[in-house]
């Protein structure tokens, strides 16, 4: 089909002038009729690629999504612009509920949102086949991988829309799927003859960095004083270091909720409801909160403990700048994270297939998080693509780590690994090779090792670096059986023989670190001369999303508001040239732009 219905639909409705990366090509390959697999990291655009192709066919497009939060504010979004949209989920009343089923099957909604549990009911079905339908949306097709991160057992039946309506073009979508798992949504879907568009998985706006764990708290909040009154999400591992990281955050100052499925369901809800409306909200929560999260201002994403895989790592941190402006993702992790995980494999009731599979995206990270080469590089290698150079924004670019010959040291540490029986912690090793003189290590008769005391050259935090970065690369292993003892693997023999060198990445002092940071800007960049006027705009917005109880970005992105304040545009023609403002928000906001424009001067 030609593109000009395309093209004229984005600027009247959407209010953009041009479809970004492959958008163009999957709305014209969708609005053909035609099926498509779309991987698309988050914040590229995915949304539009079904919502106008949905719109230029005839029908209702429906919405496959798993998250009442992410449709509803989908919904909520489509409707400033003038779009007819509604959504099928528990939060509405029967009678509700029956109107919204009432202008599907009258032909008078445009997009309607629902939950793979509730088009799977007979009743729902048999709604559909009274209805003419534009297309079917799977949007974060990942769930359907069955060792996957976010696992729905109901995205594996979504094969009946292709065998009850094989005239109707379905698109499935998703943001986060390494090669196999991008096989395995072909093959679950039945989308096997359908075109695979795979952007590329970078999100260039977003600063990594990885800091090896010393006192949490305090490096946490170091790293928060350059995100004073931005928003942001801090990953905790368990619901206990949820609250006491909101509660020490708050204690510093900081607007800091917790979040985790241990509450209860109205304070997560109204705590998900203060970081989607208000500014300058600190989210600290487990993995349980975020996924369909459409927040476009998150500045950055903190883990405070390792993740448990490259793929939920990649996911949490792909909710940070997701309006492209820049964003940090910061790792703070430790050895004593990879025991606690490690355990967690052994005795979870896994099969052995899925525990060796578990056991492998560990090590990636690990991986990852000791290399000394560009982290995007490493990153984007999980996901099968080739970054050609290094970055230039990650913490391995901006402040490269040294190599040393670490051979000797780790001979001394495998060697007291050895001789203390492998079956203790890396406290205890420090303190063996430290010559540290405590109950424990005398209990135990270590103070006669051949190895007690050899490690006073290196301090404790060095020794710990060591331990790690051995860990990391198979040269110990986590006993799990033994309250995370460690002990020799093949490898180790290699080493202690000294037929195998052994090189890491030295640890950055901190005061290089804090040199790093200084003056740096992550957050959304406004000229000062434009800050009153951007500022004024996003009061104005904060109104309208009070009168109308929606979230703020709902009414405008950050970044609409700062292009206003930069054009300053004087009449509604003139604003109307601004990117991100359609025809029907400009009908319903434009004189109250101009007019605060024009006070600002």
């Not at 002038?17 to 009729?33: K, L, M, S, T, Y």
């Amino acid at each position: 089909m030609s593109s000009r219905p395309a093209h004229d639909l984005l600027s009247r409705i959407f209010g953009y002038d041009e479809f970004r990366g492959p958008q163009q090509a999957i709305v014209e390959h969708v609005a053909a009729g035609n099926d498509a697999l779309v991987l698309m990291p988050t914040g590229g655009g995915k949304s539009l690629c079904y919502q106008v192709p949905s719109l230029l066919r005839d029908g209702t497009g429906i919405v496959i999504s798993p998250l009442i939060a992410l449709m509803q504010d989908q919904v909520e979004a489509l409707r400033q612009l003038g779009v007819r949209a509604e959504y099928l989920n528990s939060t509405l009343d029967g009678e509700t509920a029956a109107r919204v089923e009432r202008e599907l099957l009258a032909g008078e909604l445009d997009m309607l949102y629902v939950a793979p549990e509730r088009l799977l009911t007979g009743r729902f079905l048999s709604l559909l086949s009274r209805s003419r339908i534009a297309l079917f949306a799977i949007d974060e097709a990942h769930c359907v991988s069955q060792w996957g991160h976010d696992f729905r057992p109901e995205y594996r039946q979504l094969t009946v829309l292709h065998e009850r309506w094989p005239d109707v073009p379905r698109i499935a979508l998703t943001a986060t799927a390494d090669p196999p798992t991008q096989r395995e949504i072909a093959e679950r879907l039945d989308l096997t003859n359908a075109q695979h568009f795979v952007s590329s998985f970078d999100r260039p706006n977003i600063r990594y960095t990885v800091v090896q764990k010393d006192n949490a708290k305090r490096q946490l909040l170091d790293f928060l004083k350059v995100h004073r009154q931005e928003a942001g999400i801090v990953y905790c591992m368990s619901r206990r270091k949820v609250e006491e990281t909101a509660e020490f955050l708050c204690k510093e100052g900081m607007n800091a909720l917790p979040y985790h499925a241990g509450l209860p369901a109205e304070v997560r809800a109204a705590n998900q409801r203060r970081f989607l409306r208000e500014d300058g909200i600190v989210m600290c929560a487990t993995i349980a909160f975020g996924m369909g999260i459409d927040k476009p201002d998150v500045r950055f994403v903190a883990h405070t403990d390792l993740p448990k895989s490259m793929e939920g790592y990649y996911q949490e941190t792909g909710r940070a700048g997701r309006d492209g402006e820049p964003a940090e993702a910061w790792l703070c992790y430790g050895l004593g994270d990879v025991v606690l995980l490690k355990q967690m494999i052994e005795q979870s009731e896994a099969g052995e297939d899925r525990k060796t599979l578990e056991r492998s995206k560990l090590d990636h990270l690990l991986g990852y998080c000791e290399s000394m080469q560009c982290r995007r590089q490493v990153l984007l290698a999980g996901f099968g693509e080739t970054y050609p150079q290094p970055c230039g924004n990650c913490d391995n670019c901006l402040l490269p780590p040294d190599a040393w010959d670490a051979s000797v040291a780790a001979q001394k540490a495998l060697s007291c690994v050895y001789r203390s029986g492998q079956r203790f912690g890396v406290g205890h090793l420090i303190d063996i090779l430290r010559g540290g003189d405590n109950e424990k290590v005398r209990q135990f008769g270590h103070t006669e090792l051949s190895t007690y005391g050899i490690g006073k050259d290196l301090d404790a935090r060095s020794w710990r670096s060591v331990f790690r970065q051995l860990v990391a690369s198979s040269l110990l292993e986590v006993d799990s059986s033994a309250y995370g003892g460690l002990r020799l693997t093949d490898g180790s023999r290699e080493v202690l023989k000294g037929q195998r060198k052994v090189m890491m990445r030295r640890e950055t002092p901190k005061a290089a670190r804090e040199r790093d940071r200084s003056g740096q800007r992550t957050g959304l960049s406004v000229l000062p001369q434009d800050l009153a006027l951007f500022n004024a705009l996003r009061g104005l917005r904060a109104e309208l999303a009070r009168e109308q109880n929606v979230p703020a970005f709902v009414i405008f992105h950050d970044s609409t508001l700062r292009n206003i304040a930069e054009q300053r545009p004087t009449s509604v023609d003139a604003l109307g040239r601004v990117g991100g403002i359609g025809g029907t928000k400009l009908a319903r906001y434009g004189d109250r732009l101009v007019e605060i424009v024009r006070e600002e001067g």
